[in-house]
């Protein structure tokens, strides 16, 4: 027990890729004997109500003196980071966004000393989005360079990353996961029987519906596919886009073959009814969603942004296309949708990558590896990889 861990994580608690892999990575450190402490402002989703042997919930209260303007979160984080990690005798830091979690990682080692160790996690927006505003850059370039490990969930990210910022330091590739015991094919024709019937195809789109994801080219896809074979479109997810795209569909006249299922916890149950991922994105780090599809045996058919192609490997887990070619992803799905044997090709492939690439327990020991290096210390006899 004494080459276990203290390892506080900082995540944004709310709905969201970096919020889900970074509270899953807890459990599964948890559950190998390391003690978790979350910080943040309330409890990962993820993390539920439930009670989790060797995981601990530690809230950031947000002082409102009247001399402040705007509530200093990220002061109070930083403090609290700091609080915990002196009563807690902390290990490392892990923090997921360079802004503001590895800022304020930063200034709580400043107040610990140096035995803290912190690691920097980057998803995405704090490189494709903040990092494009010059006001921000030098915060999140020092954020960065002052970590003692950064990883990022996909190449594409890497290469961005030295791009905007012009970072030289060390990348550790970390892919995103999911648990192999949560996502898994599911027997779910009940389910699927109250939004088709058994001749029917469903197309599936899932994600917070911001301009970024390109919901619009999902319907023009599903609009040209419906001419050619029965299928019905569901959408998952809440967003603010979703009004644009009702208005879209009521002009297509396509409202009787359209579901909007709104946001669900149970995306495996849901994923599994599904023929087809759709993934258009202009903008996409790596694209945990089709992650989720995969493990779950369903293609996704996307574009070839970011880090999608890291991850979607065309021709043998789904297809990819140009960013806005609705023609050649609707060709891919007329393909898939009536082509039985490849469809289950295809079924086969998404579960072979999704239990070897992406098995959490491999993902899981990475970051552990990248603790004791942080550390100094000798990589004990872990438990083995079970992929």
Do not use: W
């Amino acid at each position: 027990m004494n080459d276990m861990l203290r390892i506080g994580i900082t995540c944004y608690p709310s709905l969201g890729g970096s919020g889900v892999v970074a509270t899953e990575l807890g459990k599964l450190l948890a559950e190998q004997g390391h003690e978790v402490h979350f910080i943040a402002n309330g409890i990962p989703f993820r993390l539920g109500g439930n009670f989790h042997k060797n995981i601990f919930y530690h809230e950031v209260e947000v002082n409102d003196y009247y001399v402040f303007r705007y509530p200093p979160y990220d002061l109070s984080l930083a403090t609290k980071m700091a609080q915990v990690a002196k009563m807690k005798n902390l290990d490392v830091l892990h923090v997921h966004y360079a802004v503001p979690h590895a800022v304020c990682a930063f200034l709580a080692k400043q107040m610990v000393g140096d035995r803290l160790k912190v690691v920097t996690t980057l998803h995405g927006t704090d490189i494709t989005v903040l990092a494009q505003d010059e006001s921000l850059k030098d915060l999140i370039r020092l954020a960065i360079n002052e970590s003692d490990a950064v990883t990022a969930v996909s190449q594409d990210l890497i290469r961005e990353t030295r791009e905007v910022l012009d970072i030289t330091r060390e990348i550790d590739l970390t892919y995103n996961f999911v648990d192999k015991r949560v996502y898994y094919p599911r027997e779910s024709s009940s389910l699927r029987s109250d939004f088709a019937t058994p001749d029917e195809k469903i197309m599936m789109h899932i994600s917070n519906f911001r301009p970024v994801k390109r919901v619009g080219d999902v319907l023009e896809v599903f609009e040209k596919v419906q001419r050619e074979l029965k299928a019905k479109l569901l959408f998952v997810g809440e967003g603010p886009d979703l009004p644009k795209i009702r208005c879209k569909i009521e002009a297509l006249g396509l409202e009787d073959k359209v579901h909007f299922i709104g946001k669900q916890d149970d995306i495996a149950h849901v994923l599994s009814m599904a023929d087809v991922l759709m993934l258009p994105s202009e903008k996409e780090s790596f694209g945990l969603v089709a992650l989720e599809a995969m493990a779950c045996g369903v293609p996704t058919i996307g574009s070839t942004a970011g880090g999608i192609p890291e991850l979607v490997v065309h021709g043998e887990t789904g297809y990819l296309a140009p960013i806005g070619d609705t023609e050649q992803m609707a060709e891919y799905a007329i393909r898939l949708l009536t082509d039985e044997r490849e469809a289950a090709r295809l079924r086969e492939a998404c579960l072979r990558r999704a239990q070897t690439m992406f098995c959490n327990d491999r993902i899981r020991r990475q970051y552990e590896e990248i603790y004791y290096r942080v550390l100094g210390r000798e990589v004990p006899g872990l438990k083995p990889v079970n992929c």
